[in-house]
């Protein structure tokens, strides 16, 4: 590939392979398409980090907190699927670079939000710039790399990447906070960002455009659908489940997710193209990762509250001690890449599932007398161990005998149930240690009065917020219950794994790097 002041133009996929480009041009493209991916992982975690500090400073509580790290996913979610569809139509380095100028921009006003509302407007920003750079980057790599060894083993750095990046967030997160403060979380973004954008063009060039439409009735209908939905739980975590708004959320959810459907089916170029799910393995996939990016996301946001609010970590304490978590995710991603041509990517899928569910049954075990060390190290490392064997089988399975022109599509649906089944199996973790922690709460409050000052009573009618050790008591009995539903999350993708998922010996012949046959 010529890297120096190539112009944008169209190319054929074949024209766009490392097969006309040198080692260190291929290798360049990759860590700008890394880079990127990254960014747009990274920045669901690092913001985790600093939760308990913009809740402080912003007032939110603790289920409100979620939306967070929601309205960032959920745009995210809701929209990669005509992220990627742009990128098919309009060239994708094109879009990727709008994308992350685009992500950079909403970052910056983030960082300058004085209230709760801007940040959040500045979180879902975000999350359309991630919607349109992600799904395009993972098509780059389509595009980019030969299909056998060489295209396995850029998968399984952006799978790594993906997977780990959640963990490089929280140590990130954790030293802006420590040593600046919590708005630096977003602002680290900018600079990144910005050498992504000059990198771009000096590296990966232009794909070549295919002819179609944008269907943006099908992803507003979509977002809007899974934004109901996903509010819907986090309201049932607050008022219950016969709240009216609560009650009114999920049958709206409902209705526009049904009109979401009927739109794709009819839609002559569908924003999500149905036929995907056709596949038996393709659609198997989508489920296993729906299932596990609740789990994941759910492992961050509880353990991030427990190990600072419960063990007293502070945030850079808190950042390194899950460090280990993108060690042992890349070991995971790197035994599934190199022996992946040898037994193919369902058994990976299945263990892998089996270790992220006993990770998380064990953390269910944690109390207030719980140590990092003896109760939250281990568990984490089986869990990340098993999502490190996952995330490469998904991407591939997700990708495999998908024609060229839909492979912005199949990468954005992938990335789609990613961020789609993160939100949404928040809410539904949050709604479980919502109705935990408030039956804690009963439990503790009458021995909290018995034992109470008057100051801390008239500061517990004040505020509803019960002191230490009360509140530990309370948060930690919340957190394992999440930790249950989160395990039973991962129990289902290993059964999706084991009974849905079916690899032939010409996939496997294709993993080697054979002709195999051609996308159906």
């Known amino acids: 590939m010529d890297t120096a002041g190539s112009s944008p133009q169209p190319a054929s996929p074949q024209a766009t392979t490392t097969r006309e480009s040198g080692g260190g041009g291929s290798?360049?493209?990759?860590?700008?398409?890394?880079?990127?991916?990254?960014?747009?992982?990274?920045?669901?975690?690092?913001?985790?980090?600093?939760?308990?500090?913009?809740?402080?400073?912003?007032?939110?509580?603790?289920?409100?907190?979620?939306?967070?790290?929601?309205?960032?996913?959920?745009?995210?979610?809701?929209?990669?699927?005509?992220?990627?569809?742009?990128?098919?139509?309009?060239?994708?380095?094109?879009?990727?670079?709008?994308?992350?100028?685009?992500?950079?921009?909403?970052?910056?006003?983030?960082?300058?939000?004085?209230?709760?509302?801007?940040?959040?407007?500045?979180?879902?920003?975000?999350?359309?710039?991630?919607?349109?750079?992600?799904?395009?980057?993972?098509?780059?790599?389509?595009?980019?790399?030969?299909?056998?060894?060489?295209?396995?083993?850029?998968?399984?750095?952006?799978?790594?990447?993906?997977?780990?990046?959640?963990?490089?967030?929280?140590?990130?997160?954790?030293?802006?906070?420590?040593?600046?403060?919590?708005?630096?979380?977003?602002?680290?973004?900018?600079?990144?960002?910005?050498?992504?954008?000059?990198?771009?063009?000096?590296?990966?060039?232009?794909?070549?455009?295919?002819?179609?439409?944008?269907?943006?009735?099908?992803?507003?209908?979509?977002?809007?659908?899974?934004?109901?939905?996903?509010?819907?739980?986090?309201?049932?975590?607050?008022?219950?489940?016969?709240?009216?708004?609560?009650?009114?959320?999920?049958?709206?959810?409902?209705?526009?997710?049904?009109?979401?459907?009927?739109?794709?089916?009819?839609?002559?170029?569908?924003?999500?193209?149905?036929?995907?799910?056709?596949?038996?393995?393709?659609?198997?996939?989508?489920?296993?990762?729906?299932?596990?990016?609740?789990?994941?996301?759910?492992?961050?946001?509880?353990?991030?509250l427990f190990v600072q609010n419960v063990l007293g970590f502070s945030p850079l304490a808190a950042g390194l001690a899950f460090l280990p978590v993108s060690a042992v995710i890349a070991v995971g991603a790197g035994l599934a890449s190199r022996f992946l041509p040898v037994y193919g990517p369902k058994p990976f899928m299945v263990v892998g599932a089996i270790l992220a569910a006993a990770g998380l049954a064990w953390l269910t075990l944690t109390d207030v007398h719980s140590t990092y060390a003896g109760s939250v190290l281990g568990p984490m490392l089986v869990f990340s161990l098993g999502m490190g064997m996952e995330f490469v089988s998904l991407t591939l399975m997700a990708l495999s005998n998908v024609p060229t022109p839909e492979t912005g599509a199949a990468s954005g649906l992938l990335n789609a149930t990613q961020q789609v089944g993160g939100s949404l199996g928040l809410s539904i973790l949050v709604t479980m240690y919502g109705t935990a922690s408030t039956n804690e709460a009963d439990k503790q409050i009458p021995d909290f009065l018995q034992q109470a000052t008057p100051a801390e009573r008239i500061r517990f009618e004040r505020t509803g917020q019960l002191p230490k050790p009360w509140s530990d008591e309370i948060l930690t009995a919340g957190v394992s219950a999440a930790f249950i539903m989160a395990a039973i999350f991962t129990a289902v993708a290993a059964l999706i794994a084991l009974l849905v998922i079916q690899v032939r010996p010409s996939d496997l012949e294709r993993l080697k790097g054979g002709a195999g046959p051609g996308p159906m």
């Open 27 to 304: 290798a360049m493209a990759l860590l700008v398409i890394a880079s990127c991916q990254l960014m747009v992982v990274l920045d669901i975690t690092i913001v985790n980090i600093a939760l308990p500090h913009i809740q402080s400073d912003l007032e939110f509580s603790t289920t409100s907190l979620s939306w967070v790290v929601n309205a960032y996913t959920l745009t995210f979610g809701g929209l990669l699927l005509l992220g990627g569809r742009a990128g098919d139509i309009l060239g994708r380095r094109r879009v990727f670079v709008f994308g992350v100028l685009l992500f950079v921009f909403a970052s910056l006003l983030g960082g300058f939000a004085q209230n709760a509302g801007q940040l959040l407007g500045a979180r879902a920003l975000q999350g359309v710039g991630g919607a349109i750079a992600s799904p395009t980057s993972l098509a780059l790599i389509s595009t980019t790399f030969r299909e056998g060894p060489e295209r396995n083993r850029a998968f399984g750095v952006f799978a790594a990447v993906s997977a780990g990046g959640g963990a490089i967030g929280l140590l990130a997160g954790g030293m802006l906070v420590e040593w600046l403060n919590w708005r630096w979380v977003l602002f680290v973004n900018v600079p990144i960002g910005l050498l992504i954008v000059l990198a771009t063009p000096r590296y990966i060039r232009e794909s070549e455009r295919h002819p179609g439409r944008f269907d943006v009735t099908g992803a507003l209908t979509s977002t809007a659908g899974m934004v109901l939905l996903v509010y819907g739980f986090i309201r049932a975590a607050q008022d219950g489940w016969r709240d009216p708004l609560t009650l009114a959320s999920f049958a709206g959810a409902v209705i526009v997710l049904a009109a979401f459907i009927l739109i794709e089916r009819r839609s002559k170029q569908p924003i999500t193209p149905l036929h995907m799910f056709a596949d038996r393995n393709r659609a198997g996939t989508y489920g296993i990762m729906l299932c596990l990016a609740a789990a994941i996301f759910g492992m961050f946001f509880f353990l991030t």
